[in-house]
């Protein structure tokens, strides 16, 4: 099987823009102090625990289980909200934990009003990008590093891969790579795009939530984060979906600039 130069050069860009470009993005950035340090390292830690260490295993250990396997086939659209429902619940909880290990400081003066530390815009902005760029790295950056590992490797000829790889899980792999086309992986990096900008939204909202006590923000970010992701329910093909999520997106994205207005000013961050 051949693989066309066009779909590996569209591999070469989608790995750039999904583990290059956040680190440039991240230190210019950092170089200009427009993002602060703390705030992103929980942003990428909120992310890693809530997906790599919670909710993927436990999703993983019931996808082996009987009950679980009957649901998937008897109610495939159901199984899609839970699992919709399930994601922002984790992400928005492991939000809501890290903004409030960003505690307000002591006031500056015996007596004076807290100071609001991270929590202001700036630590929204920089939790939000952490917590993108943590899945957009670990989740799509490296999978593009295998595409183009196995394409490097086809390029040597099939009996390179059949010594790696059992022949049922290299038939599956080599069908899965004759589907690709240039077309679909771009459609994957817009949708990298769409996802960054609902996690600023979203950061946003559990922020807001703490910050101006006004707590139904924090289940609408949960409710919010599902009906993103039921989007992908909808019986669209893979560009009128992928058009639809990053309208939805700019939408997202405009509030959360919006938002500054909302949070306190910083005072001696």
């Not at 199984?79 to 006031?107: H, Q, Y």
Request: with cysteine; aromatic share 12%.
């Amino acid at each position: 099987m051949d693989i066309s130069p066009a779909v590996v050069w569209m591999f070469v860009l989608a790995l750039v823009c999904t583990l290059i470009l956040p680190v440039v993005v991240l230190i210019v950035l950092g170089a200009a102090k427009k993002i602060a340090l703390l705030p992103l390292g929980l942003g990428f830690a909120s992310f890693f625990l809530s997906q790599v260490i919670l909710r993927i295993p436990l999703l993983q250990w019931c996808a082996a289980q009987e009950w679980y396997q009957t649901f998937a086939a008897s109610s495939p659209a159901l199984l899609g909200l839970v699992l919709a429902f399930t994601a922002g619940l984790f992400e928005e909880s492991a939000r809501l934990g890290g903004v409030c290990l960003l505690g307000p400081r002591k006031p500056a003066y015996p007596g004076g009003p807290p100071r609001p530390g991270h929590r202001t815009w700036k630590g929204a902005l920089s939790f939000g990008l952490g917590h993108a760029f943590c899945e957009t790295m670990l989740l799509v950056g490296l999978s593009h590093v295998n595409n183009l590992i196995f394409c490097l490797l086809l390029g040597f000829g099939e009996d390179s891969l059949s010594t790696l790889l059992p022949q049922d899980q290299l038939d599956l792999v080599m069908a899965q790579f004759a589907a690709v086309t240039p077309s679909l992986i771009l459609a994957g990096i817009l949708e990298r795009v769409s996802a960054i900008l609902f996690h600023l939204f979203a950061t946003g909202l559990v922020f807001l939530a703490v910050t101006a006590k006004r707590w139904l923000l924090y289940p609408a970010a949960i409710l919010c984060h599902t009906l993103f992701n039921c989007v992908a329910l909808l019986p669209l093909d893979v560009w009128p979906m992928e058009g639809l999520l990053f309208l939805l997106a700019l939408g997202c994205g405009f509030l959360f600039w919006k938002s500054r207005k909302w949070f306190p000013t910083p005072q001696n961050i």
